[in-house]
C-alpha cells in the first residue's frame, strides 16, 4: 500500500475528518483516503507521513441520533488540491474537481470502538 501523508484533519459535525494522500496516482490526479466521523490518535498532525501497519483513527461516539459510523471515500482530485476546503462540506460528491468513490459503514459491522484504520 505504501506510505501515506496526512494532508488535513477538521471538526465534521459527529467526530473528526482525517484526510491522508496515497504515493499512487489515478491517471494525472492525486489519490486520497478519507476517514469521517472518527478519532484520531493522539499526536496525529497534517504533514506526518505514516508507514503500513500504524493505527490513525478509531470509530467515534455518536453525538447525534445515528449510530456510530464511518464514512470512508476514496478521493481522487488535482494534485494541488487545497484538501482543507473540503471541510463544511455535507458531501463531497458536489465538489466538481474531485472523482468520489465512497463506502458506508454502520458501527455494528466494524465494532465500534475497537475499529482500527491502518495505513
Not at 17 to 30: F, L, P, S, Y
Not at 32 to 51: E, I, R, S, W
Amino acid at each position: 500500500m505504501g506510505v501515506l501523508a496526512v494532508v488535513a484533519i477538521f471538526d465534521d459535525f459527529m467526530a473528526q475528518t482525517v484526510v491522508m494522500t496515497h504515493q499512487a496516482h489515478w491517471g494525472e490526479r492525486q489519490l486520497a483516503t478519507m476517514f469521517a466521523h472518527v478519532v484520531p490518535v493522539p499526536g496525529l498532525a497534517p504533514g506526518q507521513v505514516c508507514c503500513p501497519g500504524r493505527q490513525v483513527a478509531a470509530v467515534a461516539a455518536s453525538r447525534t441520533t445515528a449510530p456510530p459510523h464511518l464514512h470512508l471515500s476514496l478521493l481522487a482530485a488535482p494534485a494541488a488540491f487545497p484538501w482543507m476546503s473540503l471541510q463544511g462540506w455535507p458531501d463531497t460528491s458536489d465538489a466538481g474537481e474531485i472523482a468520489t468513490f465512497r463506502v458506508h459503514g454502520a458501527g455494528g459491522e466494524l465494532g465500534v470502538g475497537v475499529c482500527r484504520f491502518e495505513v
